[in-house]
């Protein structure tokens, strides 16, 4: 229960901000109301259906994301010339922030999922080709001998020995690409999904004042932000780069 | 036929200040299942010899032949054990390390492990098999280097100062081990050390290397009975007879 220490501080805070009456209940409502409302909109599988777009949207991108990052990473860490070529490229776009192209993408695309997913696409290679970049690079020069040694070559000595050894960089690209995905795909949903997102959902709700609809709908975003880091790249760090010794747990 | 010749071996290297020699013309040839010491201070190019051996440089002329056949690049004819514990893969166990030169093989999985389990069990850590080699100490991880380096059966052991980074007793028990093994298995073993007991208690022949360029000034053969005994008054005497050698070379 430690864990929930922070979070348990920081709800009591804004409970008692919410009570203290220096706002009005509808700008600031008490958890209860916002929890009644969470409870509606979960009842009546609303919620559920725009989380479930709003996650479809961050693992497209995500997923897209990732093969094209690591694909292009590591080719560049294996090549000067790809290196050379593309370092430019992605120098110059990397600073763009994903939602200044949201625009342009809905004026190509439309409204709705292709302009979304290529938003959220654009926001999570960053990190996921710049950690397997780095991450190539930094395997440690002694297993490459070793394995060439062995008569490692070619694909082998990728799969094998590149693909591992850059294991910690590559989780932390995931982690960080995920994130991204993350703001990237609440951030389009608010200005390039047409109905459904959870994006789309505090977004819409602003029209109505429905502050409670709001802040539902971030504690669902923070709720599975937490699952996911908690049960998926938590459980795939401790499966395998922690396991190995590759990366130390946090001191005790 | 030798299992390592080396014919005139050198190497050069073009930097901005000029050229510089890193090797001088090394000639040599093992005899059958020797066990031969490098010996020689910092710089002198010892394990410049191994690595040239290796496949890891290539001479700027003359030839290395390996069971008769020139080298060019590195080749599973050639075992190799680095100094560095981190040498080892740390995504596998000490068992997948061990199997890794048999699977570049093609070695069917079944059979890779039984051998491989083999080596473990030469080296005393046949009960580590499933350990990954952040859970070795020092020693242990310098064992399954080994027992990964013999595996795959090359016609030589080439080991570049692999018990310089254990403490004293440890590298006495190191020795013993290798000692053993090398009896068991009757590999040609090439040794690099700047250790003199270490070479004497190990070595059939000692090549001892000058600096500045490194050039091999003697090769002193060490005829005392095995097992040794670092206590012994001839063991002493042959340290004695090596400090020499190695002494008179930084005279001017």
Redesign the interface.
């Known amino acids: 229960m430690r864990h929930f220490a922070a979070v348990a501080a920081a709800l009591l805070a804004y409970e008692l901000v919410a009570r203290s009456g220096w706002f009005a209940a509808a700008l600031v409502p008490t958890l209860p109301t916002i929890a009644h409302t969470l409870w509606t909109m979960l009842a009546d599988g609303s919620m559920e259906r725009h989380a479930a777009s709003t996650l479809a949207r961050v693992f497209s991108g995500l997923a897209l994301a990732a093969a094209a990052g690591l694909v292009l990473g590591f080719a560049m860490a294996r090549s000067r010339a790809v290196e050379r070529f593309v370092s430019p490229l992605v120098n110059a776009l990397m600073p763009i922030p994903s939602l200044a192209w949201a625009p342009v993408f809905i004026l190509w695309f439309g409204l709705g999922n292709a302009a979304t997913v290529l938003i959220v696409f654009y926001a999570a290679s960053f990190p996921m080709l710049v950690n397997a970049w780095s991450g190539a690079r930094a395997v440690n020069p002694l297993w490459l001998r070793a394995a060439a040694a062995m008569g490692a070559g070619g694909a082998q000595l990728f799969w094998k020995v590149v693909v591992p050894g850059a294991a910690p960089f590559i989780i932390t690209g995931l982690r960080l690409a995920f994130q991204r995905a993350w703001i990237a795909t609440v951030g389009a949903e608010m200005l390039a999904a047409s109905d459904f997102g959870l994006g789309w959902v505090i977004f819409d709700a602003k029209e109505f004042l429905n502050a409670d609809v709001m802040l539902a709908s971030l504690a669902v975003i923070g709720a599975l932000g937490y699952l996911f880091e908690r049960f998926a790249f938590g459980a795939l760090e401790r499966a395998t780069v922690l396991r190995w010794g590759m990366v130390r747990p946090g001191q005790a | 036929m030798s299992a390592i010749e080396l014919r005139e071996v050198a190497l050069a290297y073009d930097t901005p200040a000029g050229r510089v020699e890193a090797l001088r013309a090394a000639s040599f040839a093992t005899a059958p299942s020797e066990f031969l010491c490098i010996v020689g201070p910092s710089g002198c190019g010892k394990t410049t010899l191994l690595n040239l051996i290796?496949?890891?440089l290539a001479p700027t002329s003359g030839e290395i032949l390996v069971s008769g056949r020139p080298v060019s690049g590195?080749?599973?004819d050639?075992?190799?054990v680095?100094q560095?514990f981190?040498?080892l893969?740390?995504?596998r166990t000490a068992l997948g390390n061990v199997a890794?030169?048999l699977?570049?093989?093609g070695v069917e999985r079944a059979e890779r492990e039984r051998i491989a389990l083999e080596h473990l069990r030469l080296v005393g850590l046949e009960k580590f098999a499933g350990a990954?080699?952040?859970?070795l100490s020092g020693g242990m991880q310098q064992r399954v280097a080994i027992a990964?380096a013999l595996a795959?059966n090359p016609a030589v052991l080439l080991m570049d100062e692999p018990f310089a980074a254990l403490d004293a007793l440890t590298r006495d028990e190191m020795q013993r081990l290798l000692a053993e093994i090398w009896r068991a298995t009757r590999k040609t073993v090439v040794y690099v050390t700047h250790n003199v007991a270490e070479a004497v208690y190990l070595a059939d022949r000692v090549i001892v290397m000058t600096p500045h360029p490194g050039a091999i000034k003697a090769i002193v053969p060490v005829r005392l009975p095995r097992p040794r005994d670092p206590l012994g008054v001839e063991f002493l005497q042959a340290q004695k007879e090596l400090l020499g050698h190695l002494k008179r070379e930084e005279a001017p």
């Open positions: 290796a496949g890891f590195q080749g599973l050639r075992g190799i680095f560095d981190a040498q893969f740390p995504w890794f030169g699977e570049m093989k990954y080699p952040h859970h990964r795959y």
